[in-house]
C-alpha cells in the first residue's frame, strides 16, 4: 500500500552535521569528540524514555558538553551551530520528488521543531512540508512507539499508512515496530544491524529513495 505521508527525521536523515566539529574545535574540544557527545545525548534521552522520564535535547546536549568541560559560553557557541546546519545536497531534490508525487511530508525530530523549521526555511524547503514535529508533545524520545504513534496522529493518518524515512537503524526499527514502513537512508555505507527489523525500503541517497517510496 502506498503511504499517504512522509515523516523525516533530522538530524543527520536531512542535515549535515560534519560543521559541527568545527564548533567544538573553536571552544579547544577536539572535533573528533562531536560523534560521542551526539551518541551521548541520543543515549541519554533514550535512557530517561525508557525510565519514564523526559527532558529536551537542548538540555541534555548541554549536560554532556559540560561533562566534557565545556563552560557556558563554550556550550552556548556550540548549540549555536545547530542554527546554521544546511541540509545534505541530495535533500531539496528528493523532498520535491516525494511532495510533487502527493504525498504529505512532516518532519520529527528528537531535537526541537523550531529549529527543523529555521534549518527549511533557510533552505528554502518549509513550504513542501505540512508540520515540523518533536518530541516535546508526546514527551518519549523516538525509538518510542509513542513519538511514531503521535506524529500519525497529528498528521491524522493511521501507523500504517505512514512511512518513516531515517539515516538511523534504529529509528527505522522503532517506526516500523510502531507499525510504520521505514525506508533506510544508507548514508553511510555501514551494514544495517540484523538485530534489527530490516528496513521496507533502502537507498544510499533522498532522490533515489524518493523514486522508490513513490514507485
Known amino acids: 500500500m502506498k503511504p499517504q ?4 527525521d533530522v538530524n543527520e536523515t536531512l542535515t549535515d552535521m ?18 560521542t557527545w551526539f551518541a551521548s545525548v541520543l ?10 522520564g523526559f527532558a529536551e535535547f537542548g538540555r541534555i546536549a548541554a549536560d ?12 552556548s557557541h556550540v548549540l549555536k551551530g545547530f542554527t546554521e546546519l544546511r541540509v545534505h545536497p541530495d535533500v531539496p531534490e528528493g523532498m520535491r520528488l516525494l511532495r510533487e508525487s502527493g504525498l504529505r ?7 526541537a521543531a523550531a529549529m527543523t523549521e529555521g534549518i527549511l526555511r533557510r533552505e528554502g524547503l518549509f513550504d513542501l512540508v505540512e508540520a515540523t514535529l518533536d518530541v516535546s508533545g508526546p514527551r518519549a524520545w523516538k525509538p518510542a512507539r509513542a513519538a511514531y504513534e503521535y506524529a500519525a496522529a497529528q498528521a491524522g493518518v493511521r501507523p500504517d499508512q505512514a512511512v518513516l524515512v531515517a539515516v538511523h537503524p534504529w529509528d527505522i526499527d522503532g517506526a516500523q515496530r510502531a507499525g510504520l514502513s521505514g ?14 527489523s530490516a528496513p521496507c525500503l533502502s537507498a544510499p541517497d533522498l532522490v533515489s529513495l524518493a523514486r522508490r517510496i513513490t514507485a
Open 64 to 75: 554532556v558538553l559540560k561533562e566534557m568541560g565545556a563552560g557556558d559560553e563554550a556550550v
Open 5 to 8: 505521508i512522509v515523516i523525516f
Open 105 to 111: 511530508l512532516f518532519t520529527m525530530t528528537n531535537g
Open 18 to 35: 560534519e560543521p559541527m566539529r568545527g564548533r567544538f574545535e573553536e571552544v579547544g574540544l577536539s572535533g573528533e569528540q562531536m560523534g
Open 183 to 196: 525506508a533506510w537512508l544508507e548514508r553511510r555505507g555501514t551494514p544495517y544491524p540484523s538485530v534489527m
Open 43 to 52: 543515549r541519554d534521552g533514550f535512557a530517561l524514555t525508557a525510565a519514564g
